[in-house]
């Protein structure tokens, strides 16, 4: 086919324009990579922006927005990716205006409901530093002295854990052989990593069986001899142990959830009938589980009592101290996770109470040895005898997080660590005080830690409270009501308490009560914020006692 | 007891010391914290100092320094965390001098044998911002507007590989029942996610039976009536199918590991037969799994083809699209992805080639309701009904990694990506032509994408090569002189290239060789970069041939 004249220059021109297209896109995206002083200065432009969003979202002392979700849904509804860049400035507004301005102010010192707080501020600069430096903790040869400090910062905290001498140390520290710890990027793949690790290890090779690693669990359970496997620990376990169960093959019905008391720690002389009862029906106990912090109450489950139990019966002992590990910084509150040092494996949140930024989990292990049961290599990367940390992992390529963990540990020291564990127990004490001489509120265990755990009574109510003499109906309208409380909190978006419910109370019947939720853990709360919160809450109520409740 | 009158002032100034020194904490402490004008001042002195930091990191043209790890080592040798709080000039000048200088340049234009590169400049800002917006993706309570961002930049690219309609994109995307995507850690979370929800589906609840969730492997096995359970997938599948594998109690030798051809395919023929082996054997084939781009050379599997034997075989079929994924961003290279349409679950790492900080994993799924089989719940966070990302996710608590992808995808656009992909494949193919014209090095497979398998030749041997004449024992000494000279190039740390074995050549004979492995992805590196890389090679192999092959 020949073209005519006519055709031949349109043709010509539409490639001339492509082509100067194409250009304008090769130009665009490599002045976002360039390492010249041109980029430096969009780098810099962008950062002055962004750290006046920063700032501005920083200094908000309310919650939240009002926004409603429905507008969110609404507004980001488009599954199309833009063909052409987007100029950054107008990226930028778009991200103020719509993502900034409608997140939630989590360092608010009103925001006392969640597991999140303010942060030391040199985690900003150094997050930045860490993209910049953009290492791979997967292996040695893309994260090189990272992964050295990797390992003393998971070293020093094992210390202070397990509180080993020297010797065993300088043994280890820096032994590719052996893993005192691992970095992960949360709580959960920390407690499914142990459990992993007890699992492999319980059940592994023997005589002419290569193991569960590699024959998987049915074989293993056969050549053991076992009709099953079971986790136990406490009703009141984060349901990352349910995540493992379910993954490990093992099934969520033989995680054991063993009553907690009033105080929310595990009823002890139950867990042994457990332990008891799995070994009666032939069950391999993988591990026990003991809490020292539950997610919804702070409740430290008695340490030293399972790890008796667990010793006794030759089982894996798992703590679970996500929330409540950093109590081993104060003095005045360690003594509350007393027996945690004879854990076999231990799980703590550096993002919780370590206060460091989202994404960073720690398991700990007794045995330096242990994680060698889920070890794994690959030609390309994991060499055996290398520092590659990730041999020993559930994840492969990670970011240096270790650079936030290493920081918080020199920048804020032992000490450091101690004043914030102590002064977020101390406010919490406050306030279990005022709510003790608020008849709007009913207090609903004493804390163990720095979460809290009441509720308010609409004032009809109050005096069957004191008496104890609420029935199942009146317990139904308080639920209504503070779960409607809480939602409208919530909405207002001033402050913010978060919500759980609650079986196990001392209420002779086991029947299900909502209850408000404070996680006192950041240190800009003062005293007069949490009186903020709990007075809006009883204007609040009283609206709504108003509107539903006579 | 009584203290006498010189014992008193003693114990008292002791006490007025110890409260001083607390009260000195508490200051250090506080002021980490305060979101005062003096913080944002404090915190303008680290931006400042840890900029200069990333500048200097950024500029550097050398992959490494040339730093002992036996340096390293010694240097990290610290068990116990520091008392007081260290001083932030200080430790700002130690993470200098002992972690920023001996980190690995991942953006420098030489460094090209990891899936490592540059980054776009604006990913550096966004993480200080996503650091100080600490949003929690596990709930809306801790994301608001960022769990819609997310879920908007997941359906973004599930269409672009699932290409369905307007209508189905407005149906789930923002639908709270629905799941397109989840962001989760890394590629290896990506994969186990997928495999668990292919697991999960494949042994459901039926009739009285309430699923491998509740009831474990085991029993689902038994209930199915199947002797036990594999995944089949090329020998080149990564090793996080291993820990899949091992971690949901299947067991690594049902990891069905099929042969791959020269050019790193899986070989179909021999797919289709272990698909029938299992079927034979009675075997529950839990997933078929695709590569698209693997990882120790690039390869890319004829997804059209796997697609087809999961469908007649009724198997649930995933791509690890990790590596290979955005090819599909690139209109001259996207036919190698053909099929992937097809798959029921999809992996891509956006800190691949998406140019994102590392730490972002994504799963798609094409059937919007396939996670279901993975939902947890829990009282104090995961609702039922809500928008909590948390409740289908291995992960829980997660930072807002979303904002870069949701950045990226915006600000590099759809041919931007394009261009960054052309490029790197391009580049690759001026790598691979440049090999072939050079006798010192022999090219062991034309590249599927941008990862490029090719060896150093000692002198003496070159003539063998191209007969084709080489021994067992002459591979041998090229191995030794490969592994060496690799160590050697990334021990003086002007360049580096990676390494790995590969068994699958044309040799006749299966014998392990030793290759080295260039990853071409980095915008920054340019033809004169990659003459730079050879060139090196070739005199430091020159000097090694001096001392040992002659």
Redesign the interface.
Same mark, same amino acid.
């Given at each position: 086919m020949t073209l005519s004249k006519q055709e031949m220059p349109k043709k010509s021109s539409f490639f001339e324009t492509e082509q100067a297209?194409?250009y304008e =896109?090769?130009e665009?995206?490599?002045q976002?990579?360039?390492?010249s002083s041109h980029?430096?200065s969009?780098?810099s432009q962008?950062?002055e922006?962004?750290?006046k969003?920063?700032?501005d979202?920083?200094?908000t002392l309310d919650a939240?927005t009002h926004?409603d979700?429905d507008y969110?849904?609404?507004?980001?509804?488009?599954?199309? =990716?833009?063909?052409?860049?987007?100029s950054?400035e107008s990226?930028l507004k778009?991200?103020d205006n719509?993502?900034?301005?409608?997140?939630?102010h989590?360092?608010s010192p009103r925001f006392i409901?969640?597991?999140?707080s303010?942060?030391?501020?040199?985690?900003?600069?150094?997050?930045?530093?860490?993209?910049?430096?953009?290492?791979?903790a997967v292996?040695?040869?893309?994260?090189?002295?990272?992964s050295?400090?990797e390992?003393?910062a998971l070293?020093?905290?094992?210390?202070?854990i397990y509180n080993l001498d020297?010797n065993f140390?300088?043994q280890h520290?820096?032994n590719n052989l052996s893993t005192l710890g691992i970095l992960v990027?949360?709580?959960?793949?920390a407690n =499914?990593t142990a459990l992993?690790c007890a699992r492999?290890t319980a059940l592994g090779p023997k005589d002419d069986f290569?193991g569960?690693?590699?024959?998987?669990?049915?074989?293993a359970?056969d050549f053991y001899g076992y009709k099953?496997?079971a986790i136990i620990g406490s009703e009141l376990m984060?349901?990352?142990f349910?995540?493992a169960a379910?993954?490990?093959?093992?099934?969520?019905?033989?995680l054991i959830r063993v009553p907690a008391d009033c105080n929310n720690r595990v009823d002890i002389q139950a867990l042994r009938q457990a332990v008891a009862q799995c070994r009666a029906q032939n069950l391999l106990i993988i591990a026990i589980v003991g809490v020292a912090g539950t997610?919804?109450s702070g409740g430290v489950d008695s340490l030293a009592e399972i790890a008796e139990i667990a010793q006794s019966a030759n089982v894996h002992f798992h703590v679970d101290a996500a929330w409540g590990g950093p109590l081993i910084f104060s003095q005045q509150h360690r003594h509350k996770l007393a027996g945690i040092e004879q854990a076999d494996s231990v799980t703590i949140?550096g993002?919780k109470q370590l206060y460091l930024?989202?994404?960073i989990g720690l398991v700990f292990f007794r045995d330096p040895y242990m994680a060698k049961a =889920?070890e794994?290599?690959?030609?390309?990367?994991?060499r055996k005898g290398s520092?590659d940390l990730g041999k020993r992992a559930?994840?492969?390529?990670?970011?240096?997080m270790a650079?936030f963990l290493?920081?918080g540990?020199?920048?804020?020291?032992?000490?450091?660590y101690e004043?914030?564990i102590d002064e977020g127990i101390r406010k919490t004490q406050y306030m279990a005080d005022r709510i003790c001489t608020m008849p709007e509120f009913e207090l609903l265990a004493e804390p163990d830690t720095n979460l809290l755990l009441y509720r308010y009574i609409p004032e009809h109510l109050r005096e069957l409270v004191v008496k104890k003499q609420l029935t199942e109906i009146d317990n139904q309208l308080i639920n209504e009501c503070n779960e409607r409380l809480q939602k409208i909190q919530?909405q207002i978006g001033r402050t913010?308490i978060?919500?759980?419910?609650k079986t196990t109370t001392s209420f002779g019947k086991e029947i299900p009560i909502i209850v408000l939720?404070a996680v006192i853990a950041n240190?800009?709360t003062t005293e007069d914020d949490i009186n903020a919160v709990l007075n809006e809450q009883i204007q609040l109520a009283s609206e709504i006692s108003i509107e539903t409740f006579l």
């Open positions: 297209l194409n =896109i090769e665009q995206v490599m976002l990579f360039a390492s980029v430096t969009i780098e962008i950062d922006i962004t750290n969003f920063s700032q979202f920083l200094s939240n926004i979700l969110l849904l609404s507004n980001f509804s488009d599954s199309q =990716i833009p063909v052409q860049p987007a950054l990226y778009y991200l719509n993502i900034v301005a409608h997140s939630i989590t360092s409901g969640h597991m999140t303010a942060l030391p501020c040199f985690v900003r600069p150094l997050a930045k530093l860490m993209t910049a430096m953009n290492q791979n292996k040695i040869e893309t994260a090189k002295a990272l050295f400090c390992r003393e070293a020093m905290l094992h210390r202070l020297d140390y300088a520290i820096q990027s949360g709580g959960t793949v =499914i992993w492999n290569l569960i690693e590699k024959e998987g669990l049915t074989a359970l099953g496997a984060h349901f990352s349910d995540k379910d993954l490990m093959g093992i099934g969520t019905h033989r997610t919804d949140d993002h930024p989202m994404g =889920i794994k290599q690959a030609s390309y990367t994991m520092f559930l994840e492969g390529s990670r970011p240096g650079l290493h920081a540990l020199n920048l804020i020291g032992l000490k450091g004043f914030l919530r913010f978060s919500r759980t419910t939720r240190p800009l």
